[in-house]
């Protein structure tokens, strides 16, 4: 079985993980402003728990986004820095499939919304369906305001549950989603554990790619791109 190693900075927390036979073995630590300083002993640390080295990995992936700017670049910077030093091919894992992948794990819950606050009254959103640890979109990571954030199409009469940031911003969202939401989990932020769970699929699949390919996922950029 494959050695894969995750890494994410999107969020104020900082977190690494490794997959070695199917088995994870993960940091997460809130550090706010520190991913740099962070990031690295903290790939030490994993790897040396896993009984790995970084010659023995097969992959790499990290937090592609959405998320902070400057925490996506950060990741992106020591995920393809690794990568191209060790000529591993890397993978790109969605914050928000990160998310919808805890709570799916965590609660038994298989139709999940994550958002993430993007500030300037915005959200990161996407919908996802989740079973036996796979986690399929039903739509696209999106960015927009809370009171736009609609149910997906044709799954509307399905109870769905909300887990991230973004829901903090719960009284600016529509009548719609009030209805539509059964539970809410606030606190949860995107964890390398998850997306190395989810990078392993991905390398089967035979998803990785050169390093130079897998860029971040800003989502504000895009809809400024596509506006102008």
């Known amino acids: 079985m494959a050695t894969l190693l995750a890494l994410d900075a999107s969020s104020s927390a900082c977190s690494c993980a490794v997959w070695r036979d199917g088995e994870v073995f993960s940091r997460f630590e809130l550090a706010p402003r520190e991913h740099t300083r962070r990031l690295m002993p903290m790939i030490d640390d994993v790897l ?5 080295s970084l010659t023995d990995l097969d992959a790499l992936a990290y937090g ?3 998320g902070s700017f400057t925490g996506l670049r950060i990741a992106a910077g020591v995920a393809q820095g690794l990568s191209f030093a060790l000529e591993r091919p890397l993978i790109g894992v969605s ?5 919808a992948l805890a709570v799916h794990r965590r609660y038994h819950l298989r139709h999940v919304i994550p958002a993430l606050d993007a500030r300037m009254n915005e959200i990161y959103v996407g919908a996802y369906h989740c079973r036996d640890g796979t986690v399929t979109p039903v739509m696209d990571d999106m ?12 799954n509307q ?5 909300g887990v991230g940031s973004g829901w ?4 600016d969202m529509p009548v719609e989603i009030k209805i539509g939401i059964n539970q809410r989990f606030v606190d949860p932020q995107p964890d390398a554990a998850d997306m190395v769970r989810l990078a392993a699929t991905a390398f089967d ?3 990785a790619r050169p390093a130079h390919e897998v860029i971040p996922i800003y989502l504000r950029n895009q809809v400024a791109s596509k506006r102008g």
Do not use: N
């Open 143 to 154: 960015v927009l305001a809370p009171r736009s954030l609609r149910l997906p199409i044709a």
């Open 157 to 161: 009469d399905i109870d769905w549950c």
């Open 205 to 207: 699949a035979q998803e």
């Open 64 to 66: 592609q986004g959405p």
């Open 95 to 99: 914050t928000l499939a990160a998310l």
């Open 168 to 171: 903090g911003l719960w009284e």
């Open 48 to 52: 040396a728990e896993a009984q790995a």
